[in-house]
T-cell receptor
């Protein structure tokens, strides 16, 4: 099993839709988790941190299920500008190594 | 701009040449990471420094890859005898100790011809 796995995508959704991405991880010792957004040919940028059961920031909600070792990202009322690749990131060894999932690509269509 | 800075942004080199990339982290960050990213994949961890100490280097792709952070500030990543398979985006990130988020530079895109 890979250390971090994500929905393979791509997801093509119309503007205004709600879309959810899933991520599973293998390291049960990890305490915090991150969702990064990466635009084409750009560097990853932090979207959300998840330290407890979940986090909400505007249209974005992240949920964590430690028992199932599962993290999700929900985007409501999606915008054209949400089109990007979403990377699930799990720190290992207290941040000595951030392990990235392969990413899920989202295209929001007009 | 006080973010992570990488230089150069783009590098084209001939197979067999050596290349060196530089990363300047956010000034108060004591941790520095190097990643490699190929098209359609997430970033792949290469190595990590805490201050000047290289604490994890087992994931460097081969002995042609080496990294330094001599004074605990900027870092360099060197690839010797480049191969076409080394063509990728090389990303540097920095963070504070602990499980806080990492901040990325814009990357160096290497093309080996």
């Amino acid at each position: 099993r890979k250390e971090v796995e994500q929905d393979p995508g791509p997801f093509n959704v119309p503007e205004g839709a709600t879309v959810a991405f899933n991520c599973t991880y293998s390291n049960s010792a990890s305490q915090s988790f991150f969702w990064y957004r990466q635009d084409c040919r750009k560097e990853p940028k932090l979207l959300m941190s998840v330290y407890s059961s979940g986090n909400e920031d505007g249209r974005f909600t992240a949920q964590l299920n430690r028992a199932s070792q599962y993290i999700s990202l929900l985007i409501r009322d999606s915008k054209l500008s949400d089109s990007a690749t979403y990377l699930c990131v799990v720190p290992h060894n207290y941040g000595q190594n951030f392990v990235f999932g392969p990413g899920t690509r989202l295209s929001v269509l007009p | 701009d006080t973010g992570v800075s990488q230089d150069p942004r783009h590098k084209i080199t001939k197979r067999g040449q050596n290349v060196t990339f530089r990363c300047d982290p956010i000034s108060e960050h004591n941790r520095l990471y190097w990643y490699r990213q190929t098209l359609g994949q997430g970033p792949e961890f290469l190595t990590y420094f805490q201050n000047e100490a290289q604490l994890e280097k087992s994931r460097l792709l081969s002995d042609r890859f080496s990294a330094e952070r001599p004074k605990g500030s900027f870092s360099t990543l060197e690839i010797q005898r480049t191969e076409q398979g080394d063509s990728a985006m090389y990303l540097c990130a920095s963070s504070l100790a602990g499980q806080t988020e990492a901040f990325f530079g814009q990357g160096t895109r290497l093309t080996v011809v």
